[in-house]
Each structure stands twice: as C-alpha cells, then as structure tokens.
C-alpha cells in the first residue's frame, strides 16, 4: 500500500490504520522530519520523502517506490495543499497523475488493484479550464478557488482513469473526507477558526474511515469511478462528472507532465 501526503493528517491517519491491520506501507510526504516520525512509529513501513511541487521528484520518488516492491495494491493518492494559481493545480492534480501513470505497472501487476483519491466539497466552485489547467487564470489568485479547481480536477481525473484503467484491473474511485482537523490550510485565517466549532469538523482518524473502507470493501460494492462520502455514493457538480471534460483533461494532462496516451 502506497499512501502520498502520509506526514500528516488523513495520511497519516490512514497509514496507522492500515498498519493496525497488518498491510505493509510505503509513505511519501514533503516534511523529512514528520516522515521520519510516522515511519519510526509503524515498524517495517517504508518512507520516501517527495516533494510534489516538482515533477522531477515525483518521477524520483516513483522509481524509489517501484524498487521497493514488486506490486501495489492500493494507492492512495492524497498529497496536496491550499495554494494560489497554477501551483494548486501542479501539486494537487497534476503530481498525481503522473505518479498513478509511473505506478501504473505495479497496480496491474497485482490483478486487482484499488486507486484512491482525496477530494473535495471544494469541486463545487472550482472554475477549471480543462483543456489547459496551467493557464494563469484571474480566478487562481483566490486560493480556495483554485484549491476548487483542483479538487474537480481529481475527480475527473478518477471518473477517466476508471474508464481507461478498470478493464486491466485498477479499480479507481475518490472520495471527500469532510471538514477535518489537521494541519491542511493552516494559512487561512477563516478556515483555523472553523476548527474550533466542534461539530463542524471530524478527527482525521475518522475521516480515514472511507479512505480505509474504500480499500478494503469488496469491489462488488464499488463503482469504477465512483465519489464517496461517510461510506456513500456522493454528488459531485455536472462539471466535475462530464465524460468530455475528463477525456480533455486527461489528454491535456497528459502532455504537461509529457507522457504519451
């Protein structure tokens, strides 16, 4: 099991969960020194620092992570962060992508593997050019609109690879964790202040309940590029769930990280 964004908050829920149930880990997060602490504190799980600003690093870290196993049965992906303009896209959709495509080989290798990613309610007001997601936009210099945008991007880009990958044995769905308690958008005022209503956001360790749910269920019981939430099919917005705009997004996608189709 591959858990991205595993030096903190879902991640790092999620990783002790898995671990609790016997599963071995491979970890990527940004901050060496948390990294090196969830990985001391779940024996035998495997680290590897990344950095998903840099598309070199994420082909780095891919290649670490394919020399250390000889197949995944889930990935998670889940790293990303509140950022303005096209970074929020680059480290929120576009990192993934690529590492899912690095990883590829290694998900088909286990016959039956599990693809998740960590979305948002946020997908709602994402403003998202598809057919060119990096393009500086007025739009992106709000963060959370661009933190939107990046969240549409990931659900689009679970509604296409389950198109193309579900046949070969990747099952790929995602899902919104809720409001949660962690260290994600500790930048925004109006969002820390949120964390203190207590009924208005969850324990990262719950909201790793899905994540873990979504790995584990049965496959009878999921739908190859289904959205999630609390354990429950989830409505995402007309343009987040468009054939035609994850078709384009894939394909545009696919030549800014500059792989072939």
């Known amino acids: 099991m591959v858990i991205t964004g595993a030096s903190a908050g879902i991640g790092q829920a999620a990783a002790r969960r898995f ?33 998903f600003g840099e598309l070199d690093r994420v082909r780095a870290a891919a290649a670490e992570v394919r020399a250390a196993c000889d197949r995944i049965d889930v990935l998670v992906n889940n790293a990303g962060g509140l950022y303005r303009g096209p970074r929020a896209i680059l480290v929120n959709h576009l ?5 899912a495509h690095e990883l590829l080989p ?11 990613t960590t979305a948002s309610l946020a997908e709602a007001w994402g403003v998202l050019n598809v057919d060119d997601p990096l393009r500086p936009s007025l739009w992106h210099r709000a963060r959370w609109l661009a933190y939107g945008s990046s969240k549409q991007a990931n659900i689009l ?39 203190l209503i207590p009924v208005l ?3 990262p360790s719950r909201a790793a309940e899905t994540l873990q749910w979504l790995a584990d269920a049965p496959a009878g019981e999921l739908a190859p590029g289904g959205y999630y939430f609390l354990r429950q099919p989830f409505a995402a917005t007309p343009r987040s769930t468009s054939p035609d705009r ?15 189709s």
């Open 201 to 203: 956001f969850t324990s």
């Open 19 to 51: 671990a609790a149930a016997g599963d071995r880990l491979i970890l990527l997060g940004r901050d060496e020194r948390r990294l090196a602490a969830i990985g001391a504190e779940l024996p035998g799980s495997t680290t590897v620092r990344a950095d």
């Open 157 to 195: 880009f679970t509604l296409e690879a389950a198109r193309r990958w579900t046949s070969s044995g990747v099952l790929p769905t995602a899902f919104f964790p809720g409001l949660v308690r962690s260290r994600f958008a500790s930048s925004s005022p109006l969002f820390m202040l949120g964390k």
């Open 246 to 260: 994850a078709r384009r997004l894939w394909e545009s996608s696919l030549d800014l990280v500059q792989l072939g």
């Open 95 to 99: 990192a993934g992508f690529l590492f």
């Open 106 to 116: 290694h998900l088909r290798a286990a016959g039956t593997a599990r693809l998740i």
